[in-house]
Structures are given as C-alpha cells and as structure tokens.
C-alpha cells in the first residue's frame, strides 16, 4: 500500500452560497466514498509563491488549487479512485502523484 498525493488543478467556482453549499456536500460524499483510504482531507491552496535559484519570481503560475492525501494499492488504482470527484465536474483535472518512503 502507497501514498498518493491528488492535487486539484482549476475548475469553476461557484458563485451563490447555496452552490458554495451543494459543492462542498459533494466533495464531503466524495471523500465519504472514500472510506479508509483518506489519509488527509487536504487543503484548499491560497495566494503562492513562486521560488527558483535566482530568487521569488512572483505567484506560482500552475494554478494548483488544493490537495489530498490517500492509499492506494498502485498508482493507477489511486488514479481510478479519482473518478467522481466534484472538481472534475467543474473542468479541473486531479493530478496524481505517488510518494516515495524515506
């Protein structure tokens, strides 16, 4: 069993209180179905910075919106369970990267 980091990438925002609302039910009933294999809920992400040998170079232009950890069995079983997840409704796409132990 490995680590897998998801990281979201774009989609729409929604824009009235009760679509905030909606959207976040889906993300809860997704992380739900889920089950064990959430290792970290994760975080939405902020303003960024980006940093590189020669210094700041001003906000991160990657547009990575947040992340999550999770287990899976392999790689491709993590990118399976990506399928339903609410950001994929909205055009984003999920990322999924696996961790190396150390």
Do not use: H
Request: aromatic residues 8%.
């Amino acid at each position: 069993m490995g680590k897998f980091v998801l990281v979201y990438k774009g989609g729409t925002m929604a824009e009235t209180e009760e679509e905030r609302n909606e959207v976040m039910a889906r993300w809860g009933a997704w992380f739900q179905g889920l089950g064990d294999s959430v290792v970290d809920m994760g975080n939405p992400f902020s303003e960024s910075k980006s940093v590189s040998s020669s210094g700041s170079n001003g906000a991160a232009a990657s547009g990575l919106g947040g992340y999550s950890i999770i287990n899976a069995s392999s790689l491709d079983d993590a990118a399976g369970m990506v399928g339903g997840c609410p950001i994929l409704e909205a055009g984003g796409d999920v990322e999924v990267y696996e961790t190396i132990q150390m």
